[in-house]
């Protein structure tokens, strides 16, 4: 009976040994599987890695290059001038004018070098990587698109870690198992590559001035790209931007003070002078318009937009979509403008701004209001109109002439949003209390792709537009 036992028991042991023994190899397959898949997860995760950094990088050049339309404020559109101005910047965007690249992405690595230049290299474009494509829309053919591709290949490819050793050992096309020529050049590198599309949309956002007097190089290309502190009212406007209605070549008065009774309405814009510049109180974002200090702060905002830099100008502050904003009165219901001093002054500085080139005027939602005390006027949109003729004499009729500019284009300093509000609002709106910009109304609604899925929505006429990606698909 005890050698029986003893026999059974060896029979389980047998058992055991022969199962672990079939286990054991499973389980180390399952090791070495885990591991060569983490090991790929390396090469697959830094690929993904570079991808988003060149679709970054890409995006960032076309949208700062396609604001480069025109260089400075005083230009007049010229499409071949546009595009030889595009290009330039991306030339900027790669570094090739001060050697500076915007941005740049994972590459090889290189072990020739150390610290981040060994794993990081600029992201550079060439003239195979720009392309402007005109708006497949009929209705809209002057409108052009810029497409850049972002890439990583040649001597700034990845080089594959884990692939080639997992290809080779895995059997390779030879079926021999072995490496070296068994592994296909496709797997020991990869090349990532992204095409992105900018078009222009209407500004919903103008940045503050840049200080003409001490700002930086860089700096200095946003320069005179700021809101002119006289507001135009969108009920008039709208009209004479309508997309389906043709451009208006007439010239128009902007009444800068409450209308008369007897003041004629044909080629009559309402419009006021506005407070742009920047408060230093928290409860208001801009100043406002009922004293003394507020008329040396319009006179010292005008000063920003005259062709002599003066060490008292103020640049105007950022202006959004749902800034509320405070009209002067210039009637003679108020005293802000009673002495002929401060009326000359004025004149002074509104003669001084150069007549035959565009302005950035705030769109408001509707006629001035010009209450004593409050910012009652809500900007909508923002318009680009040509000033022609600046005011003579003090009266109540005292206006600017201006004109509707042929093409809309994107501006530098401007940007598209429908997103949070950068200005707090003191309104009672319902998007104000969600810290959101306000809906956006016509003219100044984003553009959309249109039913055949490649043109898109037409310009409005003479509005300041911004650079934005396109709504349309980009096959990489």
């Known amino acids: 009976m005890k050698f029986h036992s003893r026999h059974r028991s060896s029979n389980k042991r047998n058992f055991t040994d022969r199962a672990s023994g079939a286990v054991l190899?499973?389980?180390?397959?399952?090791?070495?599987?885990?591991?060569?898949f983490m090991a790929f997860s390396v090469d697959v995760m830094r690929t993904a890695y570079a991808s988003s950094a060149v679709r970054y990088g890409a995006e960032a050049a076309a949208l700062g290059a396609f604001s480069a339309s025109l260089t400075r404020p005083?230009?007049?559109?010229?499409?071949?001038?546009?595009?030889?101005?595009?290009?330039?910047?991306?030339?900027?965007?790669?570094?090739?004018?001060?050697?500076?690249?915007?941005?740049?992405?994972p590459y090889g690595p290189d072990s020739s070098r150390q610290g981040l230049a060994a794993a990081e290299s600029a992201l550079r474009f060439d003239a195979s990587d720009v392309t402007i494509v005109n708006n497949p829309n009929s209705a809209d053919r002057g409108d052009y698109f810029l497409q850049v591709r972002g890439r990583r290949d040649g001597s700034d490819a990845l080089k594959l870690f884990f692939l080639p050793l997992i290809y080779a050992f895995s059997g390779g096309p030879s079926g021999q198992g072995l490496p070296g020529p068994a592994?296909?050049?496709?797997?020991?590198?990869?090349?990532?590559?992204?095409?992105?599309?900018?078009?222009?949309?209407?500004?919903?956002?103008?940045?503050?001035?840049?200080?003409?007097?001490?700002?930086?190089?860089?700096e200095q290309d946003l320069s005179g790209f700021a809101t002119?502190?006289?507001?135009?009212?969108?009920?008039?406007?709208?009209?004479?931007?309508?997309?389906?209605?043709?451009?208006?070549?007439?010239?128009?008065?902007?009444?800068?003070?409450?209308?008369?009774?007897?003041?004629?309405?044909?080629?009559?814009?309402?419009?006021?002078?506005?407070?742009v510049t920047r408060s230093p109180s928290s409860l208001n974002y801009y100043n406002d318009a009922s004293s003394s200090a507020s008329v040396n702060q319009l006179l010292a905002n005008l000063a920003y937009f005259s062709p002599a830099i003066s060490n008292n100008e103020i640049p105007s502050a950022l202006v959004e979509r749902g800034s509320h904003l405070s009209a002067f009165n210039l009637g003679s219901s108020s005293s802000l403008f009673s002495s002929a001093t401060v009326q000359q002054q004025l004149l002074l500085q509104l003669q001084k701004l150069p007549v035959g080139r565009s302005y950035i005027f705030?769109?408001?939602?509707?006629?001035?209001?010009?209450?004593?005390?409050?910012?009652?006027?809500?900007?909508?949109?923002?318009?680009?109109?040509?000033?022609?003729?600046?005011?003579?004499?003090?009266?109540?009729?005292i206006a600017l002439t201006v004109m509707l500019e042929p093409d809309s284009v994107a501006l530098r300093n401007a940007s598209f949003a429908n997103a949070?509000?950068?200005?707090?609002?003191?309104s009672s709106s319902s998007t104000a209390g969600s810290g959101m910009l306000p809906a956006p109304v016509a003219p100044f609604s984003a553009r959309v792709l249109l039913s055949d899925g490649f043109g898109i929505s037409t310009r409005p006429h003479s509005v300041v537009m911004a650079p934005s990606l396109s709504p349309r698909v980009m096959v990489n």
């Open 420 to 426: 949070k509000a950068v200005v707090p609002s003191n």
């Open 362 to 397: 705030p769109v408001l939602a509707s006629d001035p209001n010009f209450v004593a005390s409050g910012q009652a006027n809500e900007v909508v949109g923002f318009a680009r109109l040509r000033l022609l003729a600046t005011p003579v004499v003090f009266d109540q009729s």
């Open 25 to 36: 190899p499973l389980v180390a397959f399952i090791i070495v599987l885990g591991v060569a």
């Open 228 to 275: 002119l502190p006289v507001a135009i009212s969108n009920l008039q406007f709208r009209l004479l931007s309508d997309p389906n209605v043709a451009l208006s070549a007439a010239s128009y008065k902007l009444i800068l003070a409450p209308l008369q009774a007897n003041t004629p309405t044909t080629n009559v814009l309402r419009g006021a002078l506005v407070n």
């Open 183 to 218: 592994v296909p050049a496709e797997s020991r590198s990869a090349s990532p590559h992204r095409l992105v599309e900018v078009i222009a949309q209407p500004a919903s956002r103008i940045g503050a001035g840049v200080p003409r007097a001490s700002s930086s190089g860089r």
């Open 74 to 105: 005083e230009q007049i559109f010229n499409r071949s001038q546009a595009e030889a101005n595009i290009r330039q910047t991306i030339g900027q965007a790669s570094g090739v004018i001060d050697n500076f690249a915007w941005n740049s992405a």
